[in-house]
């Protein structure tokens, strides 16, 4: 049985956390895109965890943790995060890095620099941890892939031709240092060595452990309106954030994925440029940030402040859509218990014109909120564990939300922890 856990939104929906969960009933669980430009924060009995490239999963000694193909594998941020993990005494995770996941160069991450740099005002708000360039490069044929490490000759003739290409652009576009041959080489030979001990056929092993009828749950990053293909396009991430992309980034039918849980936050945020409609300011938005999440709406790859706003109910049905959602999480409920009403976006005016269908990004760019304001429930949910104990408002809030999304809230998350989660509905 396959689960994917992903987000409807922009990211930092808290899927981390309902990974975490799952996971104690899991078997393995799957990074199938991605890179480490976005984070996830975990709060378990070991501590408080940023992961950027490690599944949320390898904190169980039960689990195995796997490195899909789709992966933006960055190798010393890998293996960093291992040791970081290990040395904070949580035992050694089992991982298996697929032979055909691709690695992020030195020199992606540059470019990502040099570009956002050379943009200037118009720079995406890239975390710059070379993600564009690594899958600029993967479709233009011109990647790594794990398994080239091991291949010493075509190694080296490969370094050779791509550094023809990429040191033209270095001197004459961006007037940089060029790469030298040698230097990366012996980077990439660095790479083998650290990674060896971790590699494999991923895809023949989730094929294995579909037949054995194990529990895979794959983890998805960002959220639907992130996504190259169905989001906000250009202001989105560079490998599909949707669940359907978890078959091809982890290798396996796509028949499998039997349940897609869509991770959604009660309030909005987003990091990096683009529209938002929902978008608050000022003390509003500056309360909202520090009271969310656990410890305050900081992004946990660049500590950024995130953009706040209120809960986006024409963005969230859409996200769910695209994510072919079977159950809803509904997380970080608590945080809205300090106010008195709550308003809720549920449609977009867009020339005149109010909508509840999510747009193209043109008309994106002038849609003006449509709001409806609920009543709070002014009190502190956490340690609730029953949908009826919750205040009335706050069941209220949640079954608006649902109706006006049209899929089933089946979770509710009432706090970071592990175990701060209401069931409702969730069949495992
Ligand atoms: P992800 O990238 O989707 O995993 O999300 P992040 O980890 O960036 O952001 C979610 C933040 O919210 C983290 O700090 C979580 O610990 C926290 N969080 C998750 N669920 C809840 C919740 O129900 N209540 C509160 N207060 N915080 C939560």
Redo the contacts with the bound molecule.
């Keep these: 049985m396959v689960k994917a856990v992903v987000?409807a939104n922009w990211?930092?929906?808290?899927?981390?956390?309902?990974?975490d969960m799952l996971g104690e009933t899991s078997d393995i669980i799957v990074r199938f895109q991605g890179g480490a430009n976005?984070?996830?924060?975990?709060?378990n009995d070991y501590g408080?965890f940023?992961l950027h490239t490690l599944p949320?999963g390898v904190f169980y000694s039960h689990t195995t943790s796997v490195i899909g193909n789709g992966v933006a594998l960055n190798i010393p941020v890998l293996c960093k995060e291992i040791e970081s993990i290990v040395s904070q005494g949580v035992p050694k995770p089992k991982i298996l890095v697929s032979d055909r996941a691709q690695i992020v160069m030195p020199y992606h991450i540059l470019f990502d620099q040099y570009e956002e740099e050379r943009l200037g005002k118009e720079s995406f708000g890239s975390t710059k941890s070379g993600i564009a360039p690594f899958y600029s490069d993967k479709y233009a044929k011109i990647g790594f892939q794990v398994n080239e490490l091991f291949e010493d000759e075509t190694l080296k003739h490969k370094i050779h031709k791509v550094c023809e290409k990429k040191n033209v652009l270095l001197e004459h576009l961006y007037h940089k240092p060029v790469i030298d041959e040698e230097e990366l080489y012996n980077t990439l030979v660095e790479y083998r060595e650290m990674i060896a001990p971790y590699v494999g056929d991923v895809s023949l092993f989730l094929h294995e452990a579909i037949k054995e009828g194990k529990k895979i749950l794959l983890e998805g990053?960002?959220?639907s309106l992130k996504d190259p293909d169905h989001g906000i396009y250009p202001m989105v991430t560079s490998s599909s954030t949707l669940a359907g992309y978890g078959a091809i980034g982890a290798g396996i039918p796509p028949y499998e994925i039997q349940k897609i849980v869509t991770?959604v936050?009660?309030y909005s945020?987003a990091v990096g440029a683009g529209a938002f409609v929902s978008e608050i300011f000022g003390d509003e938005a500056d309360e909202l940030r520090r009271?969310?999440?656990?410890?305050g709406?900081f992004?946990?790859t660049t500590g950024r402040p995130r953009r706040m706003g209120w809960f986006d109910a024409v963005a969230t049905k859409y996200g769910c859509r695209m994510q072919g959602t079977t159950d809803v999480a509904f997380?970080?409920?608590?945080?809205l218990g300090y106010l008195d009403e709550i308003p809720v976006c549920v449609g977009y005016e867009i020339d005149g014109e109010v909508t509840t269908d999510f747009p193209t990004t043109g008309k994106l760019e002038k849609a003006k909120p449509v709001y409806e304001v609920l009543p709070g429930w002014k009190s502190d949910i956490?340690g609730i564990t029953k949908y009826e104990d919750l205040p009335e408002n706050c069941r209220k809030y949640i079954e608006f939300i649902e109706e006006k999304i049209g899929y089933p809230i089946t979770l509710?998350?009432?706090?970071?922890?592990r175990h701060?989660?209401i069931n409702r509905g969730f069949e495992d």
Excluded at 11 to 19: A, Q, R, V
Excluded at 38 to 43: E, L, M, N, Q, V
Aim: no cysteine; net charge neutral.
């Design positions: 987000g990211g930092d929906e808290g899927k981390g956390k309902i990974t976005a984070g996830h924060t975990i709060i408080k940023a949320s990053q960002l959220g991770v936050k009660a945020s009271r969310g999440g656990d410890g709406e992004g946990a997380t970080v409920l608590d945080v956490r509710v998350s009432n706090g970071p922890g701060e989660i």
